[in-house]
């Protein structure tokens, strides 16, 4: 069964800087598409950034140049380097993980994964 734990979130002042983990275990780590997800209160679930095996990495839009996705195979984690942040960056962040099929026309597509964290909580006050 595969797990996934979350952890780094916390509250920050605009402008500061936050590391996120994921580190997953019951999953052959080097198979799978690795991702973050977020949700702000009252809204939909976005796309934040995802990553290959290969560490081909894709970011959303809001977060291109500010938010940096790595993973280290040989500690089964991931990590979402969070720069710049802005108020409207608070959301609780989740990671997931879907089987790598070589296919990533829909990477940033929420239904695809299959595993989901429980979710850490990020908060930048102005």
């Known amino acids: 069964q595969v797990q996934l734990v979350e952890s780094g979130g916390g509250l920050v002042q605009a402008g500061e800087s936050l590391r996120l983990s994921c580190a997953a275990s019951?999953?052959?780590?080097?198979?799978?598409?690795m991702a973050w997800f977020r949700q702000a209160a009252g809204k939909e679930r976005e796309f934040v950034s995802a990553?290959?095996?290969?560490?081909?990495?894709h970011a959303g839009d809001a977060v291109k140049g500010r938010f940096t996705i790595s993973r280290d195979s040989a500690k089964n984690t991931i990590y979402l380097q969070m720069n710049s942040l802005k108020p409207e960056d608070t959301a609780v962040y989740y990671c997931?993980?879907?089987?790598?099929?070589?296919?990533?026309?829909?990477?940033?597509?929420?239904?695809?994964?299959?595993?989901w964290g429980q979710g850490t909580q990020v908060t930048v006050s102005s």
């Open positions: 990553i290959t095996p290969r560490n081909r990495s």
């Open positions: 997931a993980a879907k089987w790598d099929d070589g296919n990533y026309y829909y990477i940033t597509a929420q239904h695809r994964y299959t595993s």
């Open positions: 019951g999953v052959n780590f080097r198979m799978y598409v």
